[in-house]
């Protein structure tokens, strides 16, 4: 039987595999023992399984599929940032990231096969969304990241982003379910307050999360702080403005109390006068938000834009914290293996 015709074993729940097993004859813990497998265990395929005889886990081969992602190649920075390239079983490419640092190791992973919004900024921007990942693909990045950590640092995760390739509120459904697995006692464990998703911006689904009372915190790639120009750079903000924006955001912090993060890269001669200052600090007091990342450009080649000087960039944050703005400058990470902010495009080498 191909493994498209099977069942994938990590989309049923536990009820769901108890039955199966009552059904097959077999003692219900056996269920607990397989979810934990899957799970917390992070098995990659049956024979991982060793506590269950053998015919027991070629009956499961036979009847279920473990489409788990693999890691086709890993990237070394000079600076100790780890790339991931992973495959999908059905042979996409995806990419996450390890970024450690003295107080953090940090995963940034995926939420889709490329992406459709087509940032003008962005390397991932220019490539075509094949498909949404599954919560099961997502969850197999952050476990395999959480394995190079302990392997390399020693450490945990302590934190994790979905600012990969994709947009996650476009996977909606999948990376609900992938947080609520990854932060599940048996799953990763991970508090949902460690776990950011950062959005491009899409006022409806902002919404939903708040009517959903989403744990987990909210970022908004925000890069421009008018129409105009975010128009330019950002094509979904012709659809999602930043009046709707503002009224998403509002919201979504009337029904979880949860502040939210702007993230805002500097472009040489587009964004980082002091009128782009001044919007983004009127914008900033309009939204409940407590924090503006302010990011390096990581150039790419398909873009014309630069980084600005670092005197144009010192001038804008001090105008920031003038204005009373908790902002910090984010310096990036992973440049020279392209695994910084924007460079994903499953680009790059040998390991």
């Not at 990659?44 to 009847?63: A, I, P, V, W």
């Not at 450690?100 to 992973?109: M, S």
């Not at 009337?254 to 472009?267: A, C, D, G, R, S």
């Not at 400058?329 to 910084?340: C, E, P, Q, T, V």
Request: glycine share 6%.
């Amino acid at each position: 039987m191909n493994q498209g015709a099977k069942q994938n074993i990590r989309h049923l729940n536990l009820s769901q595999l108890e039955q199966y097993f009552q059904q097959a004859g077999e003692p219900k813990f056996r269920a607990k023992q397989v979810y934990e497998w899957i799970w917390a265990k992070h098995a990659r395929s049956f024979e991982d399984m060793t506590n269950l005889g053998k015919g027991l886990r070629g009956k499961l081969e036979e009847q279920f599929s473990l489409p788990a992602l693999r890691v086709e190649l890993v990237q070394h920075s000079n600076d100790g940032t780890l790339k991931s390239r992973f495959m999908t079983v059905d042979h996409h490419m995806v990419e996450g990231v390890l970024i450690p640092t003295d107080e953090r190791k940090t995963a940034c992973v995926s939420s889709q096969v490329g992406c459709s919004l087509s940032c003008k900024f962005c390397a991932t921007g220019f490539m075509d969304r094949k498909r949404n990942l599954h919560f099961d693909e997502i969850y197999d990045q952050v476990a395999m990241i959480n394995e190079q950590s302990l392997d390399n640092y020693q450490q945990k995760l302590t934190n994790i982003v979905f600012m990969g390739m994709g947009e996650p509120l476009l996977n909606y459904a999948n990376t609900m379910k992938a947080v609520e697995r990854i932060a599940a006692p048996d799953g990763l464990g991970m508090s949902p307050r460690r776990i950011t998703v950062s959005t491009a911006g899409v006022a409806k689904m902002i919404t939903r999360l708040g009517d959903d009372q989403a744990k987990f915190k909210l970022a908004l790639s925000l890069h421009a702080a008018n129409d105009k120009k975010r128009n330019q750079i950002m094509p979904i903000n012709e659809t999602n403005n930043i009046k709707a924006l503002i009224e998403s955001l509002n919201y979504y912090y009337k029904k979880t109390k949860q502040h939210v993060t702007f993230e805002y890269i500097l472009f040489q001669n587009f964004n980082e006068s002091t009128k782009d200052a001044e919007e983004l600090v009127r914008l900033y007091r309009q939204v409940p938000a407590d924090l503006i990342n302010i990011i390096e450009y990581n150039p790419i080649e398909q873009s014309n834009f630069s980084k600005p000087s670092e005197e144009s960039t010192d001038l804008f944050m001090r105008y920031l914290e003038a204005n009373r703005v908790n902002a910090r400058l984010r310096r990036s990470r992973g440049k020279d293996i392209d695994a910084a902010c924007g460079q994903l495009a499953n680009k790059g080498g040998q390991q």
